[in-house]
């Protein structure tokens, strides 16, 4: 079975561009979330998709949007960039009924955003 | 923000030796989930123990969760060298709307020399 997907691995953008990346799930798993991850903040919940529904949002302001389509893929979008969004951006897929608590997760190798 | 802390954050060992890493969260949780993460690239889950569970063992890994104290235990053993990278303990709590939601630790770098 092949793993999670995201494209592209490697982005530089300028401030104020916007940037949006690809997650392809793993096949049959319907939830995706992402994740940013800096050194200084860590791993941060950004938000989680199921059946093309946002479910769960973390604490990221309003440029930082998503969206889930029909076959579980997955986009996240940025815009108005600013310095401080670059990072790595991780993306995890399950099977996300989230009955008994999150269940485990399947990382994407990541997208490294680098804002100049 | 970060819900937990790992302890310690750095951890240097030879071949065959024990790795002990721990960590602490600060809300009821579900489960606590580890992962391994070599050199900035993706997450690896490597064991979820639920929170009516104590103890859970997956090859050389024995995790132990201690809900009364919100505390996590970590124990690889006879550690090798692909063992490098950075371990992270993750909850997700209890009440309210979890989906999807990890909370991470900072994590711990496990260095294990040949």
């Known amino acids: 079975k092949a793993g999670v997907t995201q494209t592209p691995r490697y982005l530089i953008k300028t401030r104020g561009q916007q940037v949006t990346l690809s997650c392809s799930p793993i096949s049959g798993h319907r939830s995706v979330s992402w994740y940013q991850q800096t050194p200084g903040q860590g791993l941060q919940f950004l938000f989680e998709?199921?059946?093309?529904?946002?479910?769960n949002k973390g604490n990221f302001p309003g440029r930082f949007s998503g969206r889930q389509f029909s076959n579980s893929r997955s986009e996240m979008n940025v815009s108005t960039l600013e310095l401080g969004d670059s990072a790595l951006y991780l993306c995890?897929?399950?099977?996300?009924?989230?009955?008994?608590?999150?269940?485990?997760?399947?990382f994407g190798p990541g997208t490294r955003l680098t804002v100049t | 923000s970060q819900q937990g802390e790992e302890d310690p954050q750095a951890l240097s060992i030879q071949e065959g030796e024990n790795a002990t890493m721990n960590c602490s969260y600060k809300?009821?949780?579900?489960?606590l989930q580890w992962y391994r993460q070599n050199s900035g690239r993706g997450l690896v889950h490597l064991i979820l123990i639920r929170s009516n569970e104590r103890e859970k063992h997956s090859g050389r890994l024995r995790v132990t969760l201690d809900t009364s104290k919100k505390s996590s235990s970590l124990l690889i053993t006879a550690s090798r060298a692909a063992d490098t990278a950075s371990y992270f303990c993750?909850?997700?709590?209890?009440?309210?709307?979890?989906?999807?939601?990890?909370?991470f630790g900072q994590g711990t770098i496990l260095t294990v020399h040949p």
């Open positions: 998709y199921f059946s093309e529904t946002q479910r």
């Open positions: 995890a897929s399950s099977l996300g009924w989230g009955g008994a608590g999150v269940d485990e997760q399947y």
């Open positions: 993750a909850t997700d709590a209890r009440g309210g709307t979890s989906y999807g939601k990890l909370t």
């Open positions: 809300t009821s949780i579900n489960n």
